[in-house]
């Protein structure tokens, strides 16, 4: 699987912006899509996942309430829209894929197979 993020860019603090992971498979019905950053110094962190087998959500507590995921599944695509952007959110963000990803994992990043090549999120103050 193949995955090709875009939609980072440059903000002011309370902006938005939406990211796109497009992936290239054929089962995206039966796939976990998740999204992790990392800003410069820190580790990788889960920002948010989608099950689409069941369409469970999940979402980092530090983005609750501001960003969401949502999927095209004519495009197998997913999507992270994000708003009341901060400072703190500044990160490289990667879209990330897996077909064994448990309910209790999805926050974990090694659980994840496929990793998209990260776009750059800066959000000014």
């Known amino acids: 699987v193949q995955l090709q993020a875009s939609g980072g860019g440059l903000v002011q603090a309370g902006g938005s912006l939406r990211l796109a992971c497009a992936a290239s498979?054929?089962?995206?019905?039966?796939?976990?899509m998740g999204w992790f950053r990392q800003a410069p110094g820190k580790e990788r962190e889960f920002v948010a996942a989608?099950?689409?087998?069941?369409?469970?959500?999940y979402y980092a507590d530090s983005v609750k309430g501001r960003f969401a995921i949502s999927t095209d599944n004519a495009k197998n695509t997913v999507y992270l829209q994000m708003r009341s952007l901060q400072p703190d959110d500044t990160a490289v963000y990667y879209c990330?894929?897996?077909?064994?990803?448990?309910?209790?994992?999805?926050?974990?990043?090694?659980?994840?197979?496929?990793w998209g090549q990260g776009t750059l999120v800066t959000v000014s103050s």
């Open positions: 498979t054929t089962t995206f019905s039966s796939i976990t």
């Open positions: 990330a894929a897996g077909f064994s990803v448990h309910q209790i994992s999805v926050r974990q990043s090694r659980r994840y197979d496929y």
């Open positions: 989608i099950r689409m087998v069941e369409n469970n959500i």
